[in-house]
């Protein structure tokens, strides 16, 4: 409790400290006793105290440190901070001036004890009502607290900050138990609720002291956004979370960890506010995709033939996918390997290698990763190999074709064509052989495809009898 004597025995007028002698301190003395004896209550009314004549023995005792005296005589003529000493009235912060006195240490280690329990109670004022000028107000008057006293002086403010943290973990913990009272509709709440514990622009002003509750806030802030990101289909949260414990005046190596964290989390909830905005463009990428997985699986159970599958991917737009935004990379990909499994399913189910490849060839176009398009051209380098050797050597036969004609009518070879004679003349090309003619006969090494020239000879000659039939029936 602070009591100035020099103030309740009415001396506070003296102009120095030689004419506060014993005497006049004990006259003064017996007057304010006497005071005392004849109040109501037996008291002296100081600042809201009501001091016993013991109470006012006691500070009248410290008269006898001449230092001391000294100093009570100047606090009772500087009357804002006299009366902050004495009943915290926070005037002294509006105009404190830094005298000459402040400096010396006798000085700060007599008035540190009064003054540090007076300051916590003015910063926890301040710091709970975000009241940003006033705490930097009072924080610029720390110099009148001793090092011994440093912790009284910031114990509210400290406790208070342990205590939010402890309430920011415990949620954390609830999310992670998924026992918070928060869902995907509201956790964006929680957002402002850590505004609300942890205001940057006031815990900013706060003194070294608080340095590592600060490192403890943003880790708390921290371990709560990876909490919601795991727990609620929410990136926007983590980002405004992150991005808020940013602001906090974190040094050392830390800050970097937590920088590399928000650029992770910010390219992400960019990315969801990127899809959010071309939903309707990716619903109908994402329903040609389904539409390409059940034409593989057709073409896989033979209910498609090559040319159905070739006619459904022929009218994809590649260049309409490439143009679309980062956004879509992932679709992309799946259309790209969707096409793959096209290709596979054309070869395998039908043993149609042009069809095949020219089906890689487009997913091969879309814009890829390099690692996808390494793995689609290696594909397609096999399917080429393959083709290759179908070219040179024709697809394997299971036995040899029928070469029969009665009268110059049936099938022979002619080079290395199979054809339908009439009257030994080749008239309609059936098949192509990779074969060689021994002696008397022919030995077959496998089936290629015909010439172009061959299948328009084929289907223009098949046509034409067609329509020399329909016009003799209709003739007749």
Same mark, same amino acid.
């Given at each position: 409790m602070y009591v100035n004597p020099i103030e309740i025995l009415g001396l506070s007028n003296a102009t120095d400290t030689t004419s506060i002698d014993n005497e006049i301190i004990k006259k003064a003395k017996r007057k304010l006793f006497a005071d005392i004896d004849l109040s109501d209550g037996g008291v002296f009314e100081y600042y809201g105290l009501e001091l016993t004549k013991g109470n006012c023995e006691k500070a009248i005792d410290e008269l006898t440190n001449n230092d001391f005296k000294e100093f009570y005589l100047y606090l009772a003529n500087y009357k804002p901070l006299n009366e902050f000493l004495a009943r915290g009235k926070e005037v002294i912060f509006k105009n404190f001036k830094q005298d000459s006195i402040f400096k010396l240490p006798e000085f700060v280690k007599f008035i540190s004890p009064y003054f540090a329990p007076r300051f916590d109670k003015a910063l926890f004022a301040a710091f709970e009502n975000d009241n940003v000028d006033l705490t930097k107000a009072i924080l610029n008057t720390s110099s009148l607290i001793t090092q011994a006293d440093i912790n009284s002086a910031f114990k509210s403010v400290s406790n208070n900050?342990?205590? $939010?943290?402890? +309430?920011? /973990? +415990?949620?954390? $913990? /609830?999310i992670k138990n998924e026992e918070s009272v928060y869902n995907e509709v509201d956790v964006e709440e929680v957002v402002e609720l850590v505004k609300g514990h942890f205001p940057t622009d006031t815990l900013n002003c706060l003194p070294q002291y608080f340095q590592s509750?600060?490192? $403890? =806030?943003?880790?708390s802030i921290n371990y709560l956004s990876n909490s919601i990101w795991d727990a609620f289909d929410s990136t926007q949260v983590p980002n405004d979370l992150t991005e808020y414990l940013l602001t906090l005046n974190i040094g050392g190596l830390d800050r970097p960890t937590f920088e590399n964290n928000f650029k992770i989390i910010n390219k992400k909830n960019n990315e969801r506010i990127e899809q959010a905005k071309n939903a309707?463009? %990716?619903k109908k990428w994402a329903e040609l995709l389904i539409k390409l997985r059940n034409v593989a699986l057709k073409i896989e159970s033979k209910e498609l033939s090559a040319i159905d599958a070739h006619n459904s991917i022929i009218a994809i737009s590649i260049e309409e996918l490439n143009r679309l935004p980062s956004f879509a990379d992932e679709i992309r990909t799946s259309i790209a390997y969707t096409l793959r499994s096209i290709a596979v399913s054309i070869w395998n189910a039908h043993r149609e290698i042009e069809e095949a490849i020219n089906t890689l060839n487009k997913a091969i176009n879309i814009n890829l990763s390099s690692a996808d398009k390494l793995r689609l051209n290696i594909d397609l380098i096999k399917l080429k190999e393959l083709k290759k050797g179908n070219d040179e050597y024709g697809e394997t036969i299971s036995s040899a074709p029928t070469l029969y004609t009665i009268n110059g009518i049936g099938t022979t070879i002619y080079g290395k064509t199979l054809y339908f004679v009439f009257l030994a003349i080749p008239v309609i090309p059936i098949a192509r052989y990779n074969c060689e003619q021994t002696y008397n006969r022919y030995r077959f090494f496998g089936k290629v495809k015909l010439h172009r020239w061959q299948k328009i000879w084929q289907y223009g000659l098949i046509g034409f009898i %067609?329509?020399? =039939? #329909? =016009?003799? #029936?209709?003739?007749n």
């Open positions: 900050i342990q205590n $939010k943290i402890a +309430e920011i /973990d +415990e949620l954390t $913990k /609830d509750q600060i490192l $403890k =806030i943003a880790n309707p463009v %990716l %067609l329509i020399s =039939i #329909i =016009i003799a #029936i209709a003739n």
